[in-house]
């Protein structure tokens, strides 16, 4: 077999991942209302009891016959322009869901796996994220697991508790920085997903 064709392996790998994050990304899309999406109206919450009145008479005469102009301006001024802001955001969200779905429903039949045949190499080549949907993500990698290892071997991974075990190890190199130690470093991490697929990669043999 020519080392650059795709085994049922890589297929079913393929497939299964493309397929799962199709359906979250429809059911995402499907939550797409454009005219009742949800927006918040700045002129919203706005509260007399909230208003802080002036003691001095003249000032606070002056705040009540000002505050109708205010709350009008805000109306006519803010409100269009941050619901057309809002609009546009919902429509780029939308947009890049969409290229994100065509990624997904891409044909596989001509498809060029990676050379490096680990868990790690085939999830980048296939340009799988390692935060949105993050349980379709989970479930990817445990039945990726199970078709190239075997349904033994995956289960002994156990994949939540390893991945609770990576996130309280980030979080316990960063306690003195959030707990305000003076001069504690930072450190910044790879989301738990994508180290615990390096880990297994090193860990398990290559499956081909």
Same mark, same amino acid.
């Given at each position: ?27 995402e899309l499907n939550?797409?209302?454009? #005219? *009742? ?8 919450? &706005?509260?007399?009891? $909230? !208003?802080?009145? =002036?003691?001095? @008479?003249?000032k606070r005469i ?74 379709? #993500? *989970? ?8 078709? &190239?290892?075997?349904? $033994? !071997?995956?289960? =002994?991974?156990? @994949? ?49």
């Amino acid at each position: 077999m020519n080392k650059n064709t795709p085994d049922e392996i890589e297929l079913k790998c393929c497939s299964y991942a493309n397929s799962t994050k199709k359906l979250c990304i429809e059911k995402e899309l499907n939550e797409f209302k454009i #005219l *009742k999406v949800p927006f918040e109206n700045p002129a919203e919450g &706005i509260s007399l009891k $909230e !208003i802080e009145w =002036n003691k001095n @008479i003249i000032k606070r005469i002056l705040q009540v016959l000002f505050l109708p102009l205010i709350l009008l301006l805000t109306h006519i001024i803010a409100v269009p322009f941050v619901y057309i802001l809002h609009l546009l955001n919902t429509w780029i969200e939308k947009r890049d869901l969409k290229k994100s779905l065509n990624k997904h429903t891409m044909d596989i039949s001509n498809w060029q796996p990676p050379r490096c045949k680990t868990i790690f190499e085939l999830w980048n080549y296939l340009e799988l994220d390692y935060s949105d949907h993050y349980d379709a #993500l *989970k479930n990817i990698l445990n039945e990726w697991l199970t078709i &190239i290892y075997g349904e $033994e !071997i995956s289960q =002994n991974i156990e @994949i939540d508790s390893r991945l609770k075990e990576i996130a309280e190890s980030h979080s316990k190199a960063n306690k003195d920085y959030y707990d305000g130690v003076p001069g504690a470093p930072h450190f910044t991490f790879a989301s738990p997903l994508e180290t615990l697929i390096r880990n297994l990669s090193d860990e398990l043999p290559n499956y081909r």
